[in-house]
Structure formats: structure tokens, C-alpha cells
């Protein structure tokens, strides 16, 4: 099977649109220590960096206004949704930023420029309601949870 076979129509939270260039970042986080008057350094892993991810998109046609709106509205709506990539796959990310772009010269298109970071789901924050030891230790152990999920991995993406 080509990978042509395996493209999925891509889309945020059900709303599609077309793709011209989608970027996956990711990597390590780390710490470099240089020492004063010494030619030493050390380098500390500080764990996998948060997955990120960059696309060129534009919705086009007569209905172009429609589309471009509900993919505004998608882009949003708070929290995280679906996004599914032609070639990556699909995955729970949350958007960071966009710009809508229409020029006079390119009728019945929007252009969007979208940045996503993967989502952080099932880790909620510390209430902060009470401040006994009981609270103390789940404040604890959610943390532990969002350090083991803090980055994800490429198995994220389906």
C-alpha cells in the first residue's frame, strides 16, 4: 500500500480544511552547566519536550466565509480536540495561536497559520481549595502524573 492509500482528510475538532505544509517539533529539554575560569561543562537530560506542531492551511470555495468561520470558532473553543493530519495521524492537541489571512487578490480563500501543542488530557490542576495533608499528597501525586505525561511520546499519534 503507498502512502497516498493512507492519507485521512485533515481537520480540528471535525472541521476540515486543506493542508499546504504541516512541521512536527519535539526533542529533548536540557541543561547546560559551564563553570567559570574552567574549560568543563555538564549536561543535564531534563526529559522530552512537549510535542508541537505547525500547519499552513486554507479553506477554499464559494462557501469559503462559512468554512473559514467554523474554523475559527474550532480553533478557539477551549481545551483540546481531535486534529488529524494527512500523514501524521491524529492527535489530542490544543491550539496555541492562528492567523486568518485573506488578501484581496485571492478571492474565495482564507489562508490560516496554526500552532498546536499536544494536550495534557486527564491532568487537572491543584484546587487549592484546602491546604491539609491530604491535599497536600494528591497535589503530589498529580504531579507525578503530569511529569510522567508532560511530553508524550510518538505513540500519541494514531
Known amino acids: ?3 497516498r492509500d493512507e492519507l ?12 499546504e505544509a504541516n512541521t512536527r517539533f519535539g526533542g529533548r529539554r536540557g541543561f547546560t552547566y559551564e563553570f567559570a575560569k574552567s574549560e568543563r561543562s555538564s549536561d543535564e537530560d531534563l526529559g522530552r519536550r512537549v510535542t508541537r ?3 499552513s492551511a486554507y479553506v477554499i470555495g464559494p462557501d469559503y466565509l462559512d468554512q473559514a468561520d467554523d474554523l475559527e470558532a474550532a480553533l478557539q473553543r ?3 480536540g481531535l486534529l488529524v493530519l494527512s500523514t501524521m495521524g491524529q492527535a489530542t492537541m490544543r ?3 492562528y492567523q486568518r489571512i485573506e488578501t484581496k487578490d485571492q478571492g474565495g480563500l482564507a489562508r490560516f497559520e496554526m500552532a ?3 494536550s495534557q488530557v486527564g491532568v487537572a ?4 481549595r484546602e ?3 491530604a491535599a497536600a499528597r494528591a497535589a503530589a501525586a498529580q504531579n507525578a502524573t503530569a511529569a510522567e505525561l508532560s511530553a508524550g511520546s510518538d505513540d500519541d499519534w494514531s
Open 1 to 3: 500500500m503507498s502512502w
Open 8 to 19: 485521512r482528510p485533515p481537520s480540528f475538532r471535525g472541521v476540515l480544511f486543506h493542508i
Open 53 to 55: 506542531v505547525a500547519i
Open 78 to 80: 477551549e481545551g483540546a
Open 95 to 97: 491550539c496555541e495561536t
Open 116 to 118: 498546536f501543542v499536544r
Open 125 to 128: 490542576a491543584p484546587s487549592g
Open 131 to 133: 491546604n491539609t495533608q
